[in-house]
Every structure is written in C-alpha cells, then in structure tokens.
C-alpha cells in the first residue's frame, strides 16, 4: 500500500487541501476542547483546603471497628493506629499535662507518621520524649528549622525520630520517622498551663481534635513589571500560606469507626476545699481522696478525640478567694503570678450607659449539626436580653454576608419581633469569610460617643487566616468591644481568646444547648457592667518585668492575672483601678505569696503573646517581634511557631534500600458537626441567589433570610461556584465535539459536490 506525504500535496492539491484543513479544525476543536476541560477541573478547586485529603479515606465501611482502610494502588491497606492518653495535674493555679501518643503499625512498611492535634492556647509546651522499645531518648528545643534539619537527616539515615512542631499557638503536628512493620512507638509531650477562674469558678479546658479550617483561596493579581507597560506577570496573595499542615485528612464518620482513642486523668489538688466537680462533655467517675483532691477519670473507658474535655470545680465556701498569689525562684530570678479579683461594681452610683449592640452570627457549613442550633439558641436568648434604651443590628455570615437593618435601630418589640424569626430562619452552609462580618460590625455608623459600642461575635472560628481577623480589629475596631461567643464541641480557641484580647472584650464559649442559658446569662452579666479600667500594677521594692505589658480592662467575675519577673522577693505589688465610678486599690505583700509550679515557663509564654500583639499592632516590626520570641522560646525551652522540639534515636533502625511511606494520621470529625455542610454543599435555586444579594435599594429584601435550599446535587466543595463552571465546560465540550465534527464533514461534501 502507498503512503502519503504532506510534501507530495503538489501532486494531489485537492486531497492536500482536504487535510491541511482537517489538521487546523482539529487542532481549533482541541484547542477549544482544552479550554472547556480545564474550565470544568477549575470548577472543582477546593473551598475547605482539607477537601482534597478526602479521597482516600472516604472508602465503603469495609475496615474493622477502631481501624482505618486507606487506598493505593487500587488497593486497601490497613493505616497506622493512634491511641492518646492525656494525664493531668492540677497545683492550685496552674496545671501540668502530659500527652502521650500510642503509634502502632500494622502494617508491612516501614512508616513515617504525622499527627496534627490541638493544645490550649495558653499551653507552654517543653517537654518532648521518644520511647522506642525500653530507650528513653528526651528532644532537644531548636530554631524550627534546624529541628527540621536534624529530623529529616535522622529520617534519611533510618533511625527514629520525632519532631514537635508549632503551627498555631493551639495546633501542634507531632512527626514520627521509621516506624518498623509491627512496631509502637511512644511520643509523649508535656505543657504547663494556668487554670482558669470565672467568679466562683475554676475549670479547665483539653481541646482533643482540630477542626477542619476553611481557607480562602489565595488572591491573584496582575502585575506590570516594566515601565513601559508591555510586560505583565501575576503575583499571588495567600492569606493562609500553611493551610496544608492545619488541614489533616478527616474520617467521614457514616463510613469510618471512630478513630484516635484517648484516655483522660484528672488529679485535681485545688488548695481549698472543694465542692462541686462537674465535667460537661463527658461521662467521669471522680473519687476523693481527700476534702482538696479529687482524681477524675471517664467512667466510659477510651472515647474518640472529637470533642473538647472540660472541667469545672468550685470551692465549697460561697465564694472563691479573690486573691491569689504564687511565687518560684528558677536560676537568679524569682517568677510571680498573681490572680486577683476586683469588687463588682453594684454599689457604683454611676448610671450605665445605654448600648449599641452589634450581633454577628456565623452560619456557615462548619456550624452545621448542632453548632448552628446552639448559635440560634444564644443569638435568640441575647435579643430578648436587650433593654428599651439599647440600639442593635444582627449580621449573619457564611461566605456571604447580610446585614438585618441598614444601621442600628431600637431594641423596641417591634425590631426585636423583627429580627428574631431572622435569626429562627438562618441555615448553616457555604465558606466562612469572616474579615468582611468583623469589617461590617466595626464600622460605627452612628458615633454616638454617649453609647457604649460592643460586638457580640458567635462563631466556631474555624478558619485558617486568623491574622487577617487579627489586623482587621486592630485597624478598625475604635470605641467598640469585640465580645467572642466560641460555639460547639472544638471552638479555635486560639481565635477567640486573641480576638476579644485585641477588641478589648471577653471570650465565652458555649459547648452544649444546656449551656446556653448559663453562658449567656454571664455574658450578659459583663455586657451590662461596667469594667475595671484603668489598671495598673507597682511594685515597692523589686524591679519586675510584667506581663501584658499594658494591663486590660477586667469584666465582672474576672480576675486580672499578673505574671511579673522580679529580681528579688521583696516589698510589695499594688494594684489600682476604677470599678464604676470609684477609684479601687490592693496591696498584696510579697513574702505572703505561695509556692507554685512553672511560673517562668507561664511568665515565657504570656511574653511571647505580647510580642506577638506588638506585632500585629505594629507596636514591633516583625523582625524586632521574632528576635524577642526566640530569645524566650530559646531561654525558656518552650515550642513556638520559631523553635520546635526534637528528638532523634541515634541507632539507625531501618535497613538501608527499605522504602518509607508518609502516612497522615486521620482525626475525628468534631461532635455535632455536620459533614457534608463542612465537605459539601447543596446548591440554590436562582431565585435564592437573587434573594440572598438582594438589591441593596430595597432593605427589606436585604433582610429576609436566605430560604432552606431543597434536597438537589451535592457537590464536594463550598465556597465555590462550581455549578456554573461545571454547565459551562458541559457546553464547551459538546460545542467544540459538534463543530469538529460538521467542520471537518462540510468541506468533503462541498468538494465532491
């Protein structure tokens, strides 16, 4: 048979006429088949960064109770297990946890194992040790990097390592090299931590799961690099430039076992007498050794890391002591910390000032589940709090944003009547932009300087860029107080805490239905007192470093907390405020203060979150804010976002040419969450579009509530606009197929003809 050359076209000019033509429409239908392909996989980019983990977790339930199947290769292997147990002591103020990490592999490879867990917030983490067989090998502090340099040698090498890392100061990723087919190995970390106290109540927090973040998308902008203007280029902007290591795969809960196993020992020695011990998450069996322990543990055995553990105690007398002080000598320096609670301000003859009370509500996909029950719930309870001479507005959000009424309005029975089946309406779904809400809430429309201005913030605050919350506050936030309402079973207390510091308010947090009632009735408690203001601190004889620096304002039933460096133990601290209208003052003489247990790792830790601050209030530039953190972090052998611990066997374990496999460790969806709201979204009818961006001429329109979207399609993502992109590529692909094929049928016929 003769072959055919495009070169002997001279010789059949038709026939090279017939396939020249046919080359450029077929290259003309690719080219358009290209761009609808790749407008179609666009469609699906991710709005919750942890979405694209799922694939391989989500399998059919074919994996044993407590294990996790994961697929390779089209094949199912069985993961590496974790069991955590968290043992906890509790010295009057302070506490000392210790975590320990079970890895177990059952598998036939030599593994590499990654775990992202939380921490509290205030937690000073110091202590890493590896236990591998009967060796004890204890971790060194390092600047981050070199920890990573050294861990990634020891993996390289083979021998085992674990590495601690900081990615928020609440979310820690435990690495774990050379794990051996069949082996366990032991990581254990230890923290020091002040207890809380709230009034005539102590408690503490263990936060046991992260909750998965959303994280907006990095911002694209184009860019002219040459004067002249013909060279363009594009630069990207990525507000959480980590989000791959805050967003561990999460276990679907309809197809997998509960996973991560954790055991809880309180032994709780309070200094007083004690009264009422109460955890309210979880079912404990507390025993009492003496009328000042109690050792609590989970009357259930083992439960899933889903949800925080917390525990309350108060003492047995009506009142708690308003006065703490505790002391330490650690090398030439003494540490003290002071916990002090001022009178309330009822007999002040001051007359409150009437309120504008802006209310935020987060109803995105993450408060699904319960977590949106519990918001209405504290969002509906606040409303009917308000009094006649109050003004409000309510601002709900997901990743988009409605405001209730165009600027505050009387709290009258006719605007609250107003915004309560608002609030009843609201449904969780959709991303969580919560920049543009804080941005909404801040802005102070009225100015009324004769009013008090508060921010009522009710959110899980799960998402990934935080700092961008941060500077919003410290660029925006004027007269207002920025109250932080933490919602569900794993609020990102982080977020909270930070926020209400920096909006000189107050963080609650709020983790069952039963709560709320209790929580809101204390919110509101410090809504419509006044504060502590003015406060400042003064020690007679020593020279003290203090922290913070600059002493905030204290609400009702919370103590101010001190914690100073002195150079010596002499003299005496007073204390001065005004509680109301009246001027208020104490003075705690030095030699009466008690011994504590690491108070210069808490005096550390407070420093660093100062610098922090400084930071993000341009008090510091960053350079001069990371010098001080590491040479504290350094000094005081804690973990920070600059040092990571590390810990390495020197005794290579893994035979030379074995491979290793990179497992990361699932975690447990939060109690109460909603998976699909968090990894899916049902999408809208038109109609509902328009309705939710209504115009903003028509303020009633902007008002309504956005209604339930009916049972439709579910798509893997939120946040996006994948439903029009996907039509879209659908319409490309089957316009570019027709005209290939009538393109390249036309021309033969007309030529033949």
Excluded: C
């Excluded at 969002?379 to 944003?401: C, E, H, K, W």
């Excluded at 020690?539 to 203090?546: C, I, T, W, Y």
């Excluded at 049902?682 to 008002?703: F, G, T, V, W, Y």
């Amino acid at each position: 048979m003769d072959t055919y050359d495009a070169a002997d076209s001279d010789e059949h000019p038709m026939l090279g006429r017939l396939i020249k033509l046919g080359l450029f429409l077929l290259v003309q239908g690719i080219a358009v088949m290209l761009v609808a392909f790749v407008t179609l996989l666009v469609s699906f980019t991710p709005g919750w960064s942890a979405t694209s983990e799922q694939t391989s977790l989500l399998q059919p339930g074919d994996a044993r109770s407590g294990t996790l199947l994961l697929k390779e290769d089209g094949a199912y292997t069985e993961a590496i297990r974790l069991g955590i147990d968290v043992d906890v002591t509790v010295s009057g103020p302070t506490l000392r946890a210790r975590v320990t990490q079970v890895f177990r592999n059952p598998t036939k490879d030599w593994v590499e194992a990654t775990y992202v867990y939380p921490l509290p917030t205030g937690g000073a983490v110091d202590t890493l040790k590896m236990v591998v067989g009967g060796r004890v090998i204890v971790g060194d502090i390092k600047e981050r990097q070199q920890a990573r340099v050294i861990y990634e040698e020891a993996r390289r090498a083979g021998q085992k390592a674990a590495l601690t890392e900081q990615e928020r100061p609440n979310i820690f990723t435990n690495s774990v090299a050379n794990i051996g087919p069949g082996e366990t190995v032991l990581v254990q970390i230890e923290y020091q931590e002040p207890v809380h106290q709230s009034g005539n109540e102590y408690s503490l927090r263990l936060p046991l799961v992260v909750g998965p973040r959303y994280n907006p998308a990095p911002i694209v902008q184009s860019v002219d690099f040459r004067k002249d203007g013909s060279g363009w280029g594009a630069t990207t902007s990525d507000p959480v430039p980590d989000r791959d290591r805050i967003s561990p795969p999460v276990a679907e809960p309809a197809k997998n076992a509960p996973v991560n196993p954790t055991s809880i020992t309180v032994r709780l020695k309070a200094g007083f007498a004690l009264g009422e011990v109460k955890s309210h998450h979880h079912n404990v069996r507390i025993e009492s050794p003496d009328n000042a322990t109690r050792v609590v543990t989970l009357a259930d055995g083992a439960v899933p890391a889903d949800r925080d553990f917390e525990l309350t105690w108060k003492p047995i007398a009506e009142k708690a002591p308003s006065v703490g002080l505790f002391r330490e000598h650690v090398g030439d320096a003494d540490y003290l910390l002071a916990f002090v609670t001022p009178p309330t301000a009822e007999q002040a003859t001051q007359k409150p000032l009437p309120r504008e009370v802006v209310f935020v509500i987060d109803n995105s996909g993450s408060m699904g589940g319960t977590s949106i029950v519990q918001a209405k719930a504290s969002l509906t309870y606040a409303l009917g709090r308000l009094q006649p001479s109050d003004r409000f507005n309510v601002i709900r959000f997901d990743d988009t944003m409605d405001v209730l009424f165009p600027t505050s309005v009387p709290a009258d029975a006719a605007h609250v009547g107003e915004a309560t089946p608002f609030v009843s309406a609201l449904q969780a779904r959709g991303g969580t932009e919560m920049v543009p809400a804080m941005r909404a809430a801040l802005t102070d429309k009225l100015g009324d300087t004769n009013m008090v201005r508060q921010v009522v913030f009710l959110t899980d605050g799960a998402i990934g860029n935080e700092q961008q919350l941060f500077e919003t506050i410290t660029a925006m936030r004027g007269r207002s107080r920025v109250f932080m309402v933490g919602i569900g079973s794993a609020p990102n207390t982080y977020l909270m805490t930070r926020a209400a510091e920096l909006g000189r308010g107050a963080f609650t947090h709020i983790g069952s239905v039963e709560q709320v009632e209790e929580r809101m009735r204390g919110l509101f408690a410090k809504l419509e007192n006044p504060a502590v203001t003015g406060l400042s601190a003064k020690f007679s004889a020593a020279k003290a470093d203090v922290t913070p620096a600059i002493i905030p304002d204290v609400y009702r039933d919370e103590p101010l907390v001190l914690a100073a460096r002195l150079d010596k133990l002499a003299g005496s601290l007073e204390i001065k405020g005004r509680v109301g209208d009246r001027p208020w003052s104490v003075t705690l003489p030095l030699q009466n203060a008690a011994e504590g247990k690491g108070l210069s790792k808490l005096w550390a830790q407070r420093k660093i979150g100062d610098a922090e601050v400084a930071r993000t209030m341009r008090e510091l530039t960053p350079e001069e804010a990371d010098k001080a953190i590491l040479a504290l972090a350094l000094d005081h052998q804690i973990v920070t976002r600059l040092t990571s611990l590390v810990a390495v066997d020197k005794t290579p374990s893994r035979p030379e040419g074995e491979p290793l496999k990179l497992s990361e460790l699932p975690i447990n969806l939060p109690a109460g969450w909603d998976f699909e709201k968090v990894f899916g979204e049902r999408p809208q009818l038109p109609a509902q579009l328009r309705e939710r961006h209504a115009d903003a001429r028509d303020p009633r329109a902007a008002r309504r509530p956005t209604p339930a979207a009916p049972d439709a399609i579910r798509l893997p993502k939120t946040a996006t606009s994948a439903e029009l992109k996907m039509i879209a590529g659908l319409i490309l692909i089957v316009l570019a197929l027709i005209l290939f094929v009538f393109n390249r049928r036309q021309p033969l016929l007309t030529d033949v003809a």
